[in-house]
């Protein structure tokens, strides 16, 4: 399996754009998770997902922050207007209940986002 | 609110010295784990604990759950330049589904250097 993918690996935009993240989980895995990490928070859970169902957004920001899984092998944060804030490397996890490893997160290579 | 707390944030040290890192929260814990992350990738799970005091080892890599299961400690032998990266534990609340949500902690980067 290729592991999770992530898209794109680095984007650089002006404040007041929209950016899109992008993540392809492991097939057959039926969780996936979004986390931010900066060097002053460190690694945050944004939201995460079961069967494509979003079941924890407590910790998106603000509604400026969306995210939607329309199927098991697709899922995007969006970030509408971008501000300089937002700066940080956005990891994608997934994850299979029913797997042999207890709970075990598989993580993307991350999108690194700059707003200028 | 950070909820775990790990010492030290950094460490520099020589291969073939030993170390040990801390892991602490005033929060109960289903389970733990241990990732580790190198530059530029995700983090890469090392190690679930689930008991109070369970020990656990992967190689030069020995990874122990407080009685309490409020605290961990991973203890790495004789260090190697391989050993470089963030570590980072994670804990989980409650069982079942529940414990997919993860709580991370501070991070502990490590340097040996050769």
């Known amino acids: 399996d290729a592991g999770v993918i992530q898209s794109p690996r680095h984007e650089v935009t002006e404040m007041g754009q929209e950016v899109t993240l992008r993540c392809k989980p492991i097939?057959?895995?039926?969780?996936l998770f979004w986390y931010r990490q900066t060097m002053m928070r460190g690694l945050e859970l944004l939201i995460y997902?079961?069967?494509?169902?979003?079941?924890?957004d407590s910790g998106m920001p603000e509604d400026r922050f969306s995210a939607k899984m329309p199927n098991a092998s697709f899922s995007n944060l969006k970030i509408q207007p971008s501000e300089p804030r937002d700066s940080a490397v956005y990891f994608c996890?997934?994850?299979?209940?029913?797997?042999?490893?207890?709970?075990?997160?598989?993580f993307g290579p991350g999108t690194r986002l700059t707003v200028l | 609110t950070q909820l775990l707390e790990q010492s030290p944030q950094f460490l520099s040290i020589q291969e073939g010295e030993n170390l040990t890192v801390y892991c602490n929260s005033s929060?109960?814990?289903?389970?733990l784990q241990w990732y580790r992350q190198e530059p530029g990738e995700g983090p890469v799970l090392l190690v679930t604990?689930?008991?109070?005091?369970e020990v656990k080892k992967l190689k030069r890599l020995t990874f122990q759950f407080g009685d309490a299961r409020k605290d961990s400690s991973l203890h790495i032998t004789a260090a190697q330049p391989g050993d470089t990266g963030l570590y980072l534990c994670?804990?989980?609340?409650?069982?079942?589904?529940?414990?997919?949500?993860?709580?991370f902690g501070t991070g502990t980067l490590l340097a040996v250097q050769p």
């Open positions: 996890a997934s994850l299979s209940y029913f797997s042999s490893s207890y709970n075990e997160q598989f």
């Open positions: 097939s057959g895995h039926d969780y």
């Open positions: 997902f079961n069967n494509n169902v979003p079941i924890d």
């Open positions: 929060s109960v814990f289903s389970s």
């Open positions: 604990v689930v008991t109070g005091g």
């Open positions: 994670a804990g989980a609340h409650g069982y079942g589904g529940a414990t997919n949500k993860l709580i």
